[in-house]
């Protein structure tokens, strides 16, 4: 088990230094940092003194391994464009992403979970035909879409809830939420539907197709034949066979809802990272952009990282097989 460890951090640290190396990149050929960050004013000479202190003049190994030590720290630099430290700005709107991402996750988990079971107990009936058909369209509309007809039905038109923003929030040092006032969590309510949307008819989808497939076992025919009633069979047999794939997706789709809500931040301007890092593609902030980046991936490798290492202690096949 050890080794098995030792050899997912270690390709854990590997790509989070390809990702370093990515977000460097971006430092390197987006465009000189100097130009960027002052104006028509200055000086030559005050040009070459702000290179020196942001160490542009130093070989690029040097710069890349600074930068990777800064990095590690924490330390991004300064926005171009806000004139704040990058980590400042990201931790002031983190909040909001991260609010928002595991509300989706547990509106897909609520709602993709019984209509998977439903789907796959009832399967060929009308209204399990009818699920399936609107999750084919689930799957097909581009989240910007759903969240455009959102505030067009139910702000535009019934004028029930807030279009966009993020409403009225508490604040806990660093960290704010807008689930403790009420006009947070109107706010909260389009957004999550926009963005739990597609993940509702993946959940629904793998249910459905793991219960069919558990449905069909040997030790289900055995619980039947036994005289097992259907719902303890259906519910507390066959269900939990099926909800290990499900956990590991919602796991492993969290870092991918983090990094994708940005269109759905754009579209409500909903304060978080996502809409930051439009922003930062905008006004071309270099620091910004490089910070989103290795962040929004340290958090895929580090889910991703998990994963593995559940599944190597619930399965010590796994890990045998990789040593």
Partial sequence: MIVFLIKRLSNAALVMLAVALMAFMIFRFAGDPVELMVNEQTTQEQRQEL????????????????FVGNAVQ??????????????????????????????????SLVVGVPLG??????????????????????????????????????SVSLGWLPAFGRGEVVRFGWWS??????????????????????????????????????????????????????????????????????????????GALIAFALVTETVFQWPGMGLLFIQAITF???????????????IFVTLNTLVDITYALIDPRLRDATT
Wanted: contains cysteine; proline residues 4%.
């Fill in 117 to 154: 079971v439903i789907t796959a107990i009832y399967r060929g009936r009308w209204f399990s035909e009818a699920v399936q058909f609107a999750s084919i369209i689930g799957v097909s509309l581009p989240s910007f879409v759903i969240g455009i007809l959102l505030i067009l039905g139910f």
């Fill in 51 to 66: 290179r020196e202190r942001l160490g542009l003049d130093q070989p690029v190994l040097m710069q890349f391994a600074r």
């Fill in 177 to 254: 939420t807008g689930l403790l006032t009420h006009s947070g969590r109107l706010a909260l309510i389009l957004p999550t539907v926009a963005l739990s949307f597609y993940q509702i008819t993946l959940v629904m989808r793998l249910v459905r197709a793991e219960m069919l497939e558990t449905l069909r076992s040997d030790f289900v025919k055995f619980a039947r034949a036994r005289g097992v009633p259907a719902w303890r069979i259906h519910y507390r047999h066959a269900l939990r066979n099926c909800l290990m794939p499900v956990v590991t997706m919602t796991a492993m789709n969290i």
């Fill in 284 to 298: 071309v902030d270099i620091p910004v952009m490089a910070a989103y980046l290795v962040i929004v991936s340290f």
């Fill in 74 to 107: 924490g330390d991004f630099g300064i926005s171009y464009r806000n004139q704040e430290s990058v980590m400042s700005l990201i931790a002031e709107r983190f909040p909001a992403t991260f609010e928002l991402v595991i509300l989706a996750t547990i509106l």
